[in-house]
């Protein structure tokens, strides 16, 4: 199987989809168990969104945390099925009823973006529209020798269509391409764009002399459905009172107001997408309808403005894939138990990470959001000082970690309870997965695969 099977009889097996921050804590809590667990990953490595959702500027916690998955997967009684994708590759179905599994847990985190509300946008996706999922992936694979995926251009003048944090992520990855761009065409080469990053535009330009408006730039514009102050970049406090509340809504303006001015983008608020302007079959721009707020509810008036752009990019939210055998209720599936993330018609099935958050970002994540303060989010959007950015992304990913703790807490106890697997059904397990491996060409230790598909 690989250089990690265990010598001790296993109580139980279990297979795992997706092995990053969730799957990789439950992976690991199980094999301390003495269960045999199978992992596997749609990806060559088993990052997930530390890879591919959080932009690379985030370095540190970045390293860290692949380092803590590493250690996690690279144990006695962990196998590792790479580039394997279930629903695809391999049936949820057979997983969870043929091959012999103890239990299957879901930890394959919210990958599919949220659909952009206007007429026929899928057809105009990779023509002038794009979501942020496969944007931020591509993003943080540019140079990457190991990467197959798109390659997308950032342009000015673009359209950025969100208002949580990984809108504000986009925003920030597209205006500093093209301020990177303007600038190599008047000879300024500026290459470090993760220092780019940490000073901003304004002051970078101003080292070399420049102004914003001295690179001609039409700049981009961040359109929201709602207010500054209602952006989700701050979970709202359960029970706030009215004068909670105000400090919160003060909070998410002060936090946009300071990535618009060191990112030198604009924001439409009040603005819903309505459609998409089409010449020559590419994207020309969208058409936004001006909408009134009343309470929460948003009113439509007779407004539309026109935005002229090339380029859109849709950042509305991440949700779950669906899985192919497995029903949806919405956007979500429907969990009958949300602590384990348990399913009707399957038993053996648990789920942990954001799958079960129904959302990927971080203040979904987290157990306790309304705890995430002012001075967290301005630190993790690269606001504050760059010395305490480290100690903050680490807070904020404590957060997010303990909460798979405890869902892997949870898990093994439910399995441990599960009757132990037989030996028939543990060689069908085995010999399943070792076909898989040898099918992605998996040879090896998990260390050596992950030399193989690193670097
Ligand atoms: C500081 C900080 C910043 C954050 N910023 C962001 C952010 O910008 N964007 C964001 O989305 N989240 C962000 N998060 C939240 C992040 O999504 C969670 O912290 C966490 O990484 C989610 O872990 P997960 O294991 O549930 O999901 P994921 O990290 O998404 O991992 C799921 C894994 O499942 C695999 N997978 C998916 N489908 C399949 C399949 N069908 N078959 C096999 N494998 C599959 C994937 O390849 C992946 O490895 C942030 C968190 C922190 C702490």
Redesign the pocket.
């Known amino acids: 199987m690989s250089s990690s099977q265990s010598s001790a009889v296993p109580s139980h097996a279990v297979a795992i989809?997706?092995?990053?921050?969730?799957?990789?804590?439950v992976a690991d809590r199980l094999a301390k168990a003495g269960v045999e667990v199978y992992v596997?990953?749609?990806?060559p490595?088993?990052?997930?969104?530390?890879?591919?959702?959080?932009?690379r500027w985030?370095s540190a916690?970045r390293n860290k945390?692949y380092a803590n998955i590493r250690e996690k997967l690279d144990q006695p009684g962990v196998h590792f099925l790479p580039n394997?994708?279930?629903?695809?590759?391999?049936s949820?179905d057979a997983l969870a009823k043929e091959w012999g599994f103890s239990a299957v847990v879901l930890?394959?985190?919210?990958?599919r973006d949220r659909p952009l509300p206007v007429p026929n946008a899928d057809d105009y996706v990779g023509k002038g529209l794009l979501y942020?999922?496969p944007f931020?992936i591509a993003f943080n694979h540019k140079g990457d020798p190991h990467y197959t995926g798109e390659h997308y251009e950032s342009m000015d003048g673009a359209v950025v269509v969100g208002g949580g944090?990984?809108s504000i992520?986009v925003a920030k990855v597209l205006s500093l391409e093209v301020a990177q761009k303007a600038l190599a065409a008047r000879g300024h080469h500026v290459e470090d764009l993760e220092e780019f990053e940490k000073k901003g535009i304004p002051k970078q330009l101003e080292e070399l002399g420049l102004k914003y408006e001295d690179l001609g730039l039409k700049g981009l514009t961040l359109l929201y459905r709602r207010n500054p102050e209602d952006m989700p970049l701050m979970a709202e406090p359960p029970d706030a009172t009215p004068e909670r509340m105000e400090k919160v809504k003060a909070s998410r303006k002060k936090i946009l107001e300071k990535a618009m001015e060191k990112f030198c983008f604009t924001f439409e608020g009040l603005s819903a997408p309505e459609k998409l302007i089409i010449e020559e079959g590419r994207v020309a721009g969208l058409v936004a309808r001006k909408v009134r707020q009343e309470g929460k509810k948003l009113v439509p008036t007779d407004e539309l403005n026109e935005y002229r752009t090339p380029l859109i990019v849709s950042s509305i939210g991440?949700i779950?894939?669906p899985?192919p055998g497995l029903k949806m209720n919405g956007e979500l599936f429907p969990f009958t138990d949300w602590d384990l993330g348990r399913l009707d018609g399957y038993p053996n099935v648990f789920s942990?990470?954001?799958?079960?958050?129904g959302?990927?970002?971080?203040i979904?994540?987290?157990k306790h959001a309304s705890q995430i303060g002012e001075h967290l989010v301005e630190q993790?959007l690269g606001l504050g000082d760059p010395a305490g950015r480290k100690a903050?992304?680490?807070e904020?990913?404590?957060?997010?970690?303990s909460k798979?703790r405890a869902q892997a807490e949870g898990i093994a106890k439910a399995v441990a309870a599960a009757p132990r697997i037989t030996e028939a059904a543990l060689t069908e397990v085995r010999r399943r997965a070792r076909v898989q491996q040898d099918k992605v060409g998996f040879k090896g230790s998990f260390s050596d695969w992950i030399a193989k598909v690193s670097g």
């Open positions: 989809i997706g092995g990053a921050t969730a799957g990789a804590e596997l990953d749609q990806n490595r088993p990052y997930g969104k530390i890879e591919d959702g959080l932009p985030h916690l945390e394997t994708k279930v629903g695809k590759d391999v949820f930890a394959c985190g919210a990958w942020q999922n931020i944090l990984a992520d991440s779950p894939e899985m942990a990470g954001n799958v079960v958050t959302k990927g970002n971080i979904a994540s987290r993790f903050a992304e680490e904020l990913f404590e957060g997010v970690a798979a």
